[in-house]
């Protein structure tokens, strides 16, 4: 995958991931790496906001290219922002890309894949796959959404492996 589409505007989004918007402008469209779209972090209280951020963290040491996704949770690089609740986000999309083919994902307008947000240099988002063979986002289900976003990194490890009884 090396682009996803957004086909949402801003408010749509936030309604569906019960989000507040807090002004972001998105009008929907495809995004590509080092592009901005919308993700959906944790706010106080069990709120959660939309966020403008880059896709694609900047790389480690020794790398040239942002950094789309998040392919081994247990790499140095990541482990230390999964463990971390604060940096994990929802990543809103629509459809995704497979070659030159646009795939929609059945039955659903509108999904939230499981992400991380880093606020180095510029905020940015790593989209977490899982698989073997051609990587696939993380999708969650509605009720996953807190999960990601707020418990500790052993449920969290449990929606990447696709393991099932979550409490």
Not at 48 to 61: I, K, L
Not at 77 to 103: D, E, N, S, Y
Not at 131 to 141: E, F, H, I, K, N
Request: include cysteine; aromatic fraction near 8%.
């Amino acid at each position: 995958m090396s682009a996803y589409r957004l086909d949402c505007p801003a408010a749509d989004i936030a309604k569906a991931l019960r989000a507040d918007q807090a002004g972001d402008v998105w009008s929907g469209g495809e995004v590509v790496p080092g592009g901005y779209a919308p993700v959906i972090i944790a706010g106080k209280g069990g709120t959660r906001m939309m966020a403008p951020r880059q896709w694609g963290v900047p790389p480690p040491p020794r790398g040239a290219f942002v950094v789309p996704f998040l392919r081994n949770p247990d790499s140095p690089f990541w482990i230390g922002t999964l463990r971390h609740t604060q940096f994990r986000c929802l990543v809103p999309m629509t459809h995704i890309r497979r070659g030159k083919a646009w795939l929609a994902y059945p039955g659903e307008a509108l999904v939230a894949c499981a992400g991380i947000w880093r606020d180095s240099e510029v905020p940015s988002f790593a989209i977490v796959t899982a698989g073997t063979g051609p990587a696939l986002p993380v999708v969650l289900s509605p009720a996953d959404f807190d999960v990601w976003l707020r418990a500790d990194i052993k449920l969290a490890r449990r929606l990447i492996t696709g393991e099932a009884d979550l409490p």
